[in-house]
Structures are given as structure tokens and as C-alpha cells.
């Protein structure tokens, strides 16, 4: 590992640098409750559509060690208008006091890593059309939006490994079976048969009984082509010796598929899982933008862009509730560079 | 005597993409007793690793079994499923193979695979592989090691310990010395003999190496086309040939020839198995040709404790 570490830092720099990009969205998506200084759901009706507040150093030509912003004027409500208020500055506080929640399930507290205390407000991306800070809600939002393409991924490669090494190992009938079965699903639209499969479940479920559904129906859909092209490689695979040898000592069949062939793939595998992972980050966000992804008031990428789509006043005057895209774009982006370098470094002609 | 394997008429048959099929193997009788070797010689594409994979019941998906019978251990286990006869596998018949560097998978380390291959759990599994490996003359670093960074002798030592970590009766060794230089083969053929003595073992060796194969083994079968055309004891292969196949292999052999000699070899070769010759297989190249040789396939004729098949030690016809 440490070595591939080394390896993937040397061949391509980019796809390092994904990585680590990729494990920090991971690790605050982990530390959401903790990071954003509101909960996902407190709403300032009176602050809604606020532009950023951003945090400062320098008032009245000198320096201030700690940072601060000013507090925030409501020029016109109605038109939300909103201007920087000089006169009342609020310093930014670590472990600042804020409304009490749970963490992890367990810890209460009211202290937040950074916030203003009870008087000022900071919002670092704006708020939405409530109010709620859309910096808390993308920290929330990620842990939909990160976890759907991991465990999506991790569910349907298995199926895919499965379905794939099993039909190439045993051939014939099952083999024709197994593959006719992953043409019928491949045969479908990806997006048609992601909404069909939505709308046979009832619309009224609960966030996490939603979120599970997403991530069945995604995997449900992605395994087919993984398998395909799985069964291809066992086939030509299960043509080396060292799984005859295997054989000629007794070893079942399951075993010579899971412990001889399959790894024998997983230099493809890993690549074409990460390089798989997006897919399933926009599939949530797309099934959130139709409204039949995770409900409000729980945030994940795709519902918070979904307000954003027709609505031509915050397209112009709010773009920062564009935000949640810029992430969905950095994340993908992201993984598809990683995976390129993980392809590369893997191969071991270009070692 | 128990008879460790005996295979009785086998026939098998090789269905090509297109066209008939075809008989690979016509009629193959053998039989290895407790702690004896046979040795199964040849030239390439006479049909022993298809005998040595039939008995394993592991041919290719287009070779067929068509008669006969396979007995392990006066078992016959030519009827077992599936399921039932990978017991038997390692446990009772295992098999060591031609090309080690290929036959052993390159991304696990040599101690997993070994490990792998012992049937049931049981604690001292790492002990008994450590101690197997230490007994075919490896080091136990070996263990931990990648088969890529091990010699090719020591590779098949790997695969001797894979073969024998359940104690089984009966090795069957598919030419296990022919991808190594010399001084290695010696180094593997004696430890196949030592290992026989030590663990009661029985083998059947195959080779296209005729002295290898007097070196080695009790009982030598001479194959040609699919067919066994002579079984004699070593002494008997080496000093008094019956089937002018044998006579002609033997006297091909090194250590036959004076200084000065030519080469020998046996003109023409074996024979396609899609268009075989009518009558004897090997007549073509038959220097006692008759006139039954053309048109007759010479049977099973008794001579001692061996066999052969040839028109020059009476009419006896194959049925």
C-alpha cells in the first residue's frame, strides 16, 4: 500500500493530489455535525438568500489577530437586500456556543469548531431560500452524496464479481443464462429504468428508507456491464495453470472463482470502481433534482441544486446556491483523475 | 496386493470445433500398486498428460470420457459427481505439474498456497506446511515468500509440499523435470524417490524421457497413439526390448553409443490422431513391417509380468 502510495505520487501527481482531496471531503462529511456551525435544518427566516459574510482581518487600516465579521444589515426584506453593518463586528471563536445537538448518536454539546456566538451570524456560502446555511447543509449534504458512491459501488461490484466470475468459470447454460439476463437490464436506458425502478416504490418514505432505495436501485442498475466484462477476464483466466493446479487439489469451485480468478481481474477492478464511483454521485443528485431523491429538510447535493433549477432570480442573484454543484463537480472530477493514476500505477507494464 | 490405481479400456475422446471426434486415448490399461512407480514414457502427443488428467478427471471441456474405468484405491470413481470426487482430490490422488513458475498463482505467497491445500482445519496447519517445506528441502522463509522470487527448482519443491500435505496414496507427476536444467531435475527426481519411501507413496510418472524413466521407476509403459504398446519392468525396457518402439527409443539413448557413432532417431513421426494409420499405428515407421501389420491392430499379448502389443510375438488380434 505504501508503496502504491509511492508509486501513484510519482506517476501522476494529479491523481495524488485527488486523493487527498478526496479523503478530506470524506473526513468532514464525517465531522459534519461538528464542522458546520448550524445544524442542516435551523432556518433565520429573516436572513434568507443572504449573500456569503466574508470573514475579515483588516477594519478601520489595521490588523486584527482574530478573525471577525461585521454583522449584516437588512436593507430590504422583501427584495432580500442585505449590506455589511461596519459598526458591529462579531470575531470568529473556536468552539463557539450555538444551539444544542447530538453528536455521533450520543455526545451532547452546543459547542461548534468555529461560530460567532449568539449575536452575529456567519454564513461562509450564503443561505437558502429559509434561511438555513448553505455551508452546513453541503458539509451534510456530502455525507449522502460521498457514501451513495461507495457503498453503490462496493454492492454492485460484488454482484458484478459474482455474476461475472461465476458465468465465465462454469460456461455453458449458465453462462447463457446469467448473460441474457444482463443484456435485458443493459438494454434499458439507464436513466428510464433508474426512474421506473423509483417510481414503483411508494413516494412518501422516509429520508433513510429513501437513501437505501437510491442506493439499491443504483447498484441494481450498475452491476450489468461490470459483469460482463468480469465473466470476459475469468474466461481467459480460467485458462492458467495455477487454477488447474488449484483444482487438482480439491479445492471447490467457489473457492478457485473467489481465491485464483477473481484476483487475478482486480487490476481492472479497482480502476473501473473508482472510475465508477461519479456515476452514482450524479444518478443521487439527478434523482434528487427530480424530487424523487432524498427529501428536504435533509440536504444532499442534488436536492439543494434542485431549488436552483427554472428559477431564474436565484440564477442571477444568489449563485452561491450553485455551490453544491461546484462540489459535485469537484468530487467527480476528482475520482475520475484518481482512477486514471490507480490505472496506470496498476498496470504493471508501466512499472 | 492393493492396487493404488488402476485404469481399466479407457477411451478418450477430444470433439474439435469442427469436424468428428476424435480418439485420443484407444483403450489404455495401467495399473500402480501401493508404494510402486510406473513410469508412463512417450513421445509428445502420444497421449499421457490426457491419461494423467483423466485419472485427476480433469480434461479439458472438449475431451470426453468415452469407455472404461478409472479405480482408485479398487474404488471406481469413474461415476462420482462432482462434489464427491474433489474429496478425492489431494487427498487421495494429487498431482504435480510440467511448469512450475506457471502452475502456482503469482499473487499469493508460497506458504498461503501450501496452506490452502490442506483439507480440513485442525490447529498445527502452519507447523505441518512449515515442516513439509523444511522435508522437501526448503528453507522456512520460503513461506513468506512470492513464487516470483523463488528458482524454478524450488518452485516445484513448492509444489511436491502442495501435492503431499495431505498424504495422499497416489502422486501422478506430468513431467516434472522437463522445464528445469539438469542438475535440477536430478535434485527433484531424487527427492520424489526419497519422499515415496518416506510417506508410502505411489506414483506414476510421466515423462519422454526413457532413461529418466528407467532411472526412476519399477514398472515402465511405453505409449504411442494412444494406445500402451509395452509394459515391462526397468531392466527389461533397458536390456531387452519387445516393441520395436521401445527397441528404437532405447537404442537412441546416449549411453548406447560408442565414440564416433551418428545420432539416431526414428525416422517419421507420431502419427495424427485425426488420420491414424490403418492397422498397427506404428507400422509407417516399423522396420519388421509384415504384411498383418497393414491391415490388423495387434492386442494385448502377456510376455512375464509385462505386456505388448506387436504382431512379432504372435496373431493375437485387437478385438
Known amino acids: 500500500m505504501k508503496k502504491f502510495l509511492k508509486r501513484l505520487k510519482h506517476a501522476n501527481r494529479i491523481s495524488f493530489i485527488s486523493l487527498w482531496f478526496l479523503l478530506f471531503l470524506y473526513l468532514i462529511a464525517f465531522l459534519a455535525d461538528f464542522i458546520s456551525p448550524y445544524p442542516y435544518d435551523l432556518q433565520n427566516r429573516e436572513y434568507a438568500l443572504c449573500p456569503p459574510t466574508a470573514p475579515r482581518v483588516f477594519h478601520d487600516g489595521r490588523v486584527s489577530l482574530r478573525p471577525f465579521v461585521y454583522g449584516i444589515e437588512i436593507v430590504n426584506p422583501a427584495f432580500q437586500e442585505y449590506a455589511a453593518d461596519t459598526s458591529r463586528i462579531y470575531p470568529i471563536r473556536l468552539f463557539a456556543k450555538g444551539t444544542e445537538r447530538t453528536l455521533a448518536g450520543f455526545l451532547k454539546t452546543d459547542r461548534y469548531l468555529f461560530g460567532t456566538g449568539d449575536e452575529g451570524k456567519i454564513f461562509l456560502f450564503g443561505t437558502d431560500l429559509h434561511g438555513r446555511d448553505v455551508f452546513s447543509r453541503v458539509l451534510h449534504g456530502a455525507r449522502i452524496s460521498l457514501s451513495i458512491g461507495i457503498i453503490g459501488v462496493s454492492i454492485s461490484f460484488i454482484l458484478g464479481l459474482l455474476v461475472g466470475g461465476v458465468s465465465g468459470y462454469f460456461g455453458g447454460k449458465t453462462d447463457v443464462f446469467l448473460m441474457r439476463m444482463v443484456e435485458i437490464i443493459m438494454m434499458f436506458p439507464f436513466f428510464y429504468l433508474m426512474l421506473a425502478l423509483r417510481a414503483a416504490f411508494p413516494p412518501n418514505l422516509s429520508s433513510v428508507q429513501v437513501y437505501f432505495l437510491i442506493v439499491v436501485i443504483l447498484s441494481l442498475i450498475g452491476w450489468a456491464s461490470l459483469a460482463r466484462i468480469i465473466r470476459g477476464m475469468v474466461l481467459s483466466l480460467k485458462e492458467e495453470e495455477y487454477v488447474l493446479a488449484a483444482r487438482s487439489l480439491g479445492l471447490s469451485s467457489f473457492r478457485v472463482i473467489t481465491r485464483h480468478i477473481l484476483p487475478g481481474t482486480f487490476s481492472y477492478t479497482v480502476t473501473a470502481l473508482t472510475l465508477s464511483v461519479p456515476g452514482y454521485i450524479l444518478g443521487e443528485s439527478a434523482l434528487s433534482l427530480l424530487g424523487l431523491g432524498i427529501q428536504e429538510p435533509y440536504p444532499s447535493w442534488g436536492n439543494m441544486l434542485s431549488v436552483t433549477v427554472g428559477n431564474l432570480r436565484i440564477l442571477t442573484g444568489a449563485p452561491w446556491m450553485m455551490i453544491p454543484g461546484l462540489f459535485i463537480f469537484l468530487t467527480v472530477i476528482a475520482f475520475n483523475f484518481l482512477g486514471d493514476g490507480i490505472r496506470n500505477v496498476a498496470d504493471p507494464k508501466n512499472w | ?319
Open chain 2, 1 to 319: 496386493m492393493e492396487k493404488m490405481l488402476e485404469i481399466k479400456k479407457l477411451e478418450v475422446s477430444f470433439r474439435p470445433a469442427v469436424g468428428e471426434s476424435v480418439k485420443i486415448l484407444r483403450g489404455v490399461n495401467l495399473s500402480v500398486g501401493k508404494n510402486e512407480s510406473l513410469a508412463l514414457a512417450g513421445e509428445s502427443g502420444s497421449g499421457k498428460t490426457v491419461t494423467a488428467r483423466a485419472v485427476m478427471k480433469l480434461l479439458p471441456n472438449n475431451m470426453n470420457f468415452e469407455k472404461g474405468e478409472i479405480l482408485i484405491r479398487d474404488r471406481n470413481v469413474m461415476n462420482l459427481k462432482e462434489q464427491e470426487f474433489r474429496k478425492i482430490r489431494g487427498k487421495d490422488v494429487s498431482m504435480i505439474f510440467q511448469e512450475p513458475s506457471s502452475y502456482l498463482n503469482p499473487v499469493f505467497t508460497a506458504g498461503s498456497q501450501v496452506l490452502e491445500a490442506v483439507k480440513g482445519d485442525g490447529p498445527g496447519r502452519k507447523e505441518r506446511t512449515i515442516k513439509l517445506l523444511n522435508e522437501v528441502g526448503l528453507k522456512e522463509n520460503v513461506f513468506y515468500q512470492y513464487p516470483h522470487q523463488l528458482s524454478g527448482g524450488m518452485q516445484q519443491r513448492v509444489m511436491i509440499a502442495m501435492a503431499l500435505i495431505n498424504n495422499p496414496g497416489l502422486l501422478i507427476a506430468d513431467e516434472p523435470t522437463t522445464a528445469l536444467d539438469v542438475t535440477t531435475a536430478y535434485g527433484i527426481v531424487e527427492l520424489l524417490k526419497e519422499m515415496m519411501e518416506k510417506h508410502g507413496l505411489s506414483m506414476l510418472f510421466i515423462t519422454h524421457d526413457i532413461s529418466l524413466a528407467v532411472n526412476f521407476a519399477n514398472m515402465i509403459a511405453v505409449m504411442y497413439a494412444g494406445r500402451i504398446v509395452e509394459l515391462a519392468g526397468a531392466g527389461e525396457i533397458l536390456n531387452s526390448p519387445l516393441h520395436p518402439y521401445t527397441e528404437m527409443l532405447v537404442s537412441c539413448l546416449p549411453e548406447k553409443y560408442k565414440s564416433g557413432d551418428k545420432i539416431k532417431t526414428i525416422e517419421g513421426k507420431v502419427p495424427d490422431f485425426r488420420d491414424l494409420p490403418k492397422g498397427c499405428s506404428f507400422h509407417p515407421r516399423c522396420p519388421y513391417k509384415k504384411e498383418i501389420c497393414l491391415r490388423e491392430e495387434p492386442g494385448e499379448m502377456k510376455r512375464g509380468e509385462g505386456i505388448v502389443r506387436c504382431f512379432k510375438y504372435g496373431d493375437f488380434v485387437e478385438a
